[in-house]
């Protein structure tokens, strides 16, 4: 259980990351087309975040894994 609340929070950390820069890419320019600067934001986030986000979806699908065969033994 640990392990899966501690990749959850791995994964957290990264969505919360990419949502920070999306929020301040929202913020530079013309206010048209904000739901655009957004994404572009997100997705500048992801490229700084680079290895880690896909690494931490898989951290979570082995923890999920690992969890749903104990609970279903």
Same mark, same amino acid.
Request: aromatic share 10%; hydrophobic share 60%; glycine share 10%.
């Given at each position: 259980?640990?392990?899966?609340? $501690?990749?959850?929070?791995?994964?957290?950390?990264?969505? #919360?990351?990419?949502?920070?820069?999306?929020?301040? #890419?929202?913020?530079?320019? &013309?206010?048209?087309?904000?739901?655009?600067? %957004?994404? %572009?934001?997100?997705?500048?986030? #992801?490229?700084?975040?680079?290895?880690?986000? &896909?690494?931490? %979806?898989?951290?979570?699908?082995?923890?999920?894994?690992?969890?749903?065969?104990?609970?279903? $033994?």
């Amino acid at each position: 259980m640990t392990q899966y609340l $501690k990749a959850l929070m791995g994964l957290v950390v990264c969505v #919360a990351f990419m949502s920070m820069v999306g929020l301040v #890419a929202a913020f530079i320019g &013309p206010n048209h087309g904000v739901e655009i600067k %957004i994404l %572009i934001g997100m997705t500048v986030g #992801a490229m700084i975040l680079g290895r880690r986000f &896909p690494d931490a %979806i898989i951290t979570l699908y082995f923890a999920t894994y690992a969890l749903l065969k104990k609970f279903l $033994k």
